[in-house]
């Protein structure tokens, strides 16, 4: 099965969260309530430089897509 980059998910038991998953690596959730972000992987410390490079970007287009999600819900 194919996955899209990013999947919206809510879950009852936290309603004022937005959860933003990220199925391609370096996998992660985020939840755009308060950006937090809970990575899926194990991470060398290499890894985890390169990773600090990446994420904003990473964090950006999940927030961009949420943002094309909801416009869509207006039109």
């Known amino acids: 099965m194919e996955l899209p980059k ?3 998910a809510d879950n ?6 937005i959860f933003i998953v990220h ?3 370096p996998r992660f959730i985020i939840n755009l309530e ?3 972000v809970e990575w899926m992987e194990e991470f060398s410390k290499q890894d985890e430089a390169d990773l600090m490079e990446e994420a904003e970007s990473l964090i950006e287009a ?7 999600e909801v416009s869509r819900y207006d039109d």
């Open 12 to 17: 009852t038991d936290y309603p004022e969260a």
């Open 62 to 68: 999940a927030t961009a897509f949420y943002d094309r």
């Open 34 to 36: 308060n950006d937090e």
């Open 6 to 8: 990013f999947l919206l």
């Open 23 to 25: 199925t391609e690596y």
